[in-house]
């Protein structure tokens, strides 16, 4: 420790990856850092050393190649000076074509080399509440200490704060099969589709059970309609499942192998986020009656409602990403593509992004955060990892990374520069201050960066990425010149 009375300019709070590297990167611009970590005095309950930036799940920190959105990232890290992926790269180990480490050696270089920089000093003691002192950053990642999550959502209210994460699966909007699908909301709001009236006019594949589903709706489905309204008819695309295509399905999602509930993690799902595979599990027609529901809803091929539906929102802005709504999963991920490529019209899907349900604490970010990750409630007040909703180590390490840089620009009174919305890197904020009707964790993806403008035609997936990529590099490299 290099002497816990030393004047500072900016605390951060954790010393996990976005602590490290958001502590790290402020020191390298010449501010003075007070990083303050509780171990070795406390761990979360999936902590098992006393050093820093202690990898806990895995040894990988994912693909490397540049087609990937994580290889890109790690690609921008590397570029831009990063404490994570210097380190992450002299303690490699061999892993194919990804980017592991041991995970030993890792921490060690990382605890080495934030206890050795001049300009921060380390503190060792439990943070119970959000500190006065400003500037300040809560990296505190996803065991956040109950008392500092109370304090948390005390400040920023209570309905703001997560505790688990409910993560659907992302689809590349390229390799939907369009002709099996339609977009409509339910409801028929618009008029572009044929709706409950045609419903009501012609015969229904199942009339007694459709009319049961009609009239045993859910009370969430006035919010539903609000939102259609909102988001117009064709806010969502509609996968239709036959009834021997539904039953099949739902076997398969209670047959599915899933991940084990780590050690540190007390199975306590939300009704509201239940993974599919145990709505599944509670009855064949559960999610028929749930987020599968065909009620509102008229297939203009046939016009006639399905005997159920799986429903994709469009993940931004330009609908190059779909998500599965209501389908948070804890399959493992080859029985995700299995089972879910059962899925009419996602026959070839390509995932941007499989499911997950896990312990996580998290805020609301788009609702709670300025362009500089500062909590608009508590000016001073910074979110850096996945407090602040992101997903994996490496997306931690550059959301402390940018949370860094946007701060010491603020301290020099500077205007914000945040990295370019092509690059990696700026996907990383896209997706903080991007509204959802329940905002979730996300690893990066292609969805949070920018796509490609017209001029460049139609390119097949790699093609596409590989462009995204090199556009990405060249501009990253002239925000980080210019700065």
Same mark, same amino acid.
């Given at each position: 420790?290099?002497?816990?009375?030393?004047?500072?300019?900016? #605390?951060?709070?954790?010393?996990?990856?976005?602590?490290? !590297?958001?502590?790290?990167?402020?020191?390298?611009?010449?501010?003075? #850092?007070?990083?303050?970590?509780?171990?070795?005095?406390?761990?979360?309950?999936?902590?098992?050393?006393?050093?820093?930036?202690?990898? #806990?799940?895995?040894?990988?920190?994912?693909?490397?190649?540049?087609?990937?959105?994580?290889?890109?990232?790690?690609?921008?890290?590397?570029?831009?000076?990063?404490?994570?992926?210097?380190?992450?790269? !002299?303690?490699?180990?061999?892993?194919?074509?990804?980017?592991?480490?041991?995970?030993?050696?890792?921490?060690?270089?990382?605890?080495?080399?934030?206890?050795?920089?001049?300009?921060?000093?380390? !503190?060792?003691?439990?943070?119970?509440?959000?500190?006065?002192?400003?500037?300040?950053?809560?990296?505190?990642?996803?065991?956040?200490? &109950?008392?500092?999550?109370?304090?948390?959502?005390?400040?920023?209210?209570?309905?703001?704060?997560?505790?688990?994460?409910?993560?659907?699966?992302?689809?590349?909007?390229?390799?939907?099969?369009?002709?099996?699908?339609?977009?409509?909301?339910?409801?028929?709001?618009?008029?572009?589709?044929r709706g409950d009236r045609a419903a009501q006019r012609e015969p229904t594949a199942q009339p007694d059970r459709a009319a049961q589903r009609e009239q045993t709706a859910p009370p969430e489905d006035a919010a539903e309609r609000r939102d259609?309204?909102?988001?117009?008819?064709?806010?969502?695309?509609?996968?239709?499942?036959?009834?021997?295509?539904?039953?099949?399905?739902?076997?398969?999602? #209670?047959?599915?192998?899933?991940? !084990?509930?780590?050690?540190?993690?007390?199975?306590?799902?939300?009704?509201?986020?239940?993974?599919?595979?145990?709505?599944?599990?509670?009855?064949?027609?559960?999610?028929?009656?749930?987020?599968?529901?065909?009620?509102?809803?008229?297939?203009?091929?046939?016009?006639?409602r399905p005997y159920a539906v799986l429903q994709l929102r469009p993940e931004d802005e330009a609908a190059t990403a779909y998500n599965l709504v209501g389908f948070q999963t804890r399959m493992k991920y080859a029985e995700q593509l299995r089972?879910?490529?059962?899925?009419?019209?996602?026959?070839?899907?390509?995932?941007?992004?499989?499911?997950?349900?896990?312990?996580?604490?998290?805020?609301?970010?788009?609702?709670?955060?300025?362009?500089?990750?500062?909590?608009?409630?508590?000016?001073g007040v910074h979110l850096a990892g996945q407090i602040a909703g992101v997903e994996g180590y490496v997306e931690s390490a550059a959301a402390g990374f940018v949370c860094a840089i946007l701060l010491a620009q603020q301290l020099r009174n500077?205007?914000?520069?945040?990295?370019?919305?092509?690059?990696?890197?700026?996907?990383?904020?896209?997706?903080?201050?991007?509204?959802?009707?329940?905002?979730?964790?996300?690893?990066?993806?292609?969805?949070?960066?920018?796509?490609?403008?017209?001029?460049?035609?139609?390119?097949?997936?790699?093609?596409?990425?590989?462009?995204?990529?090199?556009?990405?590099?060249?501009?990253? &490299?002239?925000?980080?010149?210019?700065?």
């Amino acid at each position: 420790m290099n002497g816990a009375e030393s004047p500072h300019d900016v #605390v951060v709070v954790g010393g996990g990856l976005a602590g490290c !590297e958001a502590a790290y990167q402020l020191a390298q611009r010449g501010l003075r #850092v007070r990083l303050v970590e509780m171990k070795p005095h406390k761990r979360t309950p999936a902590q098992t050393s006393d050093r820093m930036a202690e990898l #806990v799940c895995s040894n990988s920190l994912r693909g490397a190649a540049l087609s990937n959105a994580v290889g890109l990232l790690k690609e921008e890290l590397r570029r831009v000076g990063s404490l994570a992926l210097r380190c992450a790269d !002299e303690t490699s180990v061999p892993a194919g074509g990804a980017l592991a480490v041991d995970r030993e050696r890792f921490a060690e270089a990382m605890t080495r080399a934030i206890e050795a920089h001049p300009r921060i000093t380390v !503190e060792h003691r439990e943070v119970t509440e959000i500190p006065a002192e400003r500037p300040v950053i809560l990296a505190t990642g996803p065991l956040t200490s &109950d008392a500092l999550a109370a304090s948390l959502a005390a400040a920023v209210g209570a309905e703001h704060l997560a505790y688990y994460d409910a993560i659907a699966p992302i689809v590349s909007a390229d390799s939907i099969d369009w002709s099996r699908v339609w977009k409509q909301s339910r409801y028929g709001k618009g008029g572009a589709v044929r709706g409950d009236r045609a419903a009501q006019r012609e015969p229904t594949a199942q009339p007694d059970r459709a009319a049961q589903r009609e009239q045993t709706a859910p009370p969430e489905d006035a919010a539903e309609r609000r939102d259609d309204a909102e988001a117009g008819d064709e806010a969502y695309v509609n996968c239709p499942f036959d009834e021997a295509q539904y039953k099949a399905f739902v076997q398969a999602l #209670v047959a599915s192998e899933k991940v !084990e509930a780590r050690a540190f993690e007390e199975v306590r799902y939300f009704e509201g986020c239940l993974p599919c595979e145990v709505m599944a599990a509670r009855g064949e027609q559960t999610l028929a009656f749930g987020p599968m529901k065909p009620v509102g809803l008229t297939d203009p091929r046939t016009g006639r409602r399905p005997y159920a539906v799986l429903q994709l929102r469009p993940e931004d802005e330009a609908a190059t990403a779909y998500n599965l709504v209501g389908f948070q999963t804890r399959m493992k991920y080859a029985e995700q593509l299995r089972v879910f490529r059962m899925v009419p019209g996602l026959e070839e899907a390509e995932f941007l992004r499989t499911g997950s349900v896990h312990r996580n604490t998290f805020v609301d970010a788009p609702a709670l955060l300025g362009p500089a990750m500062e909590l608009r409630a508590l000016p001073g007040v910074h979110l850096a990892g996945q407090i602040a909703g992101v997903e994996g180590y490496v997306e931690s390490a550059a959301a402390g990374f940018v949370c860094a840089i946007l701060l010491a620009q603020q301290l020099r009174n500077e205007p914000l520069r945040p990295p370019p919305p092509t690059t990696a890197l700026g996907g990383i904020l896209t997706h903080l201050g991007r509204k959802q009707p329940t905002y979730q964790p996300s690893n990066i993806t292609w969805a949070h960066i920018a796509p490609l403008d017209a001029a460049h035609g139609k390119l097949r997936k790699r093609a596409r990425y590989e462009v995204m990529a090199e556009r990405a590099l060249r501009d990253l &490299d002239a925000w980080w010149a210019a700065g």
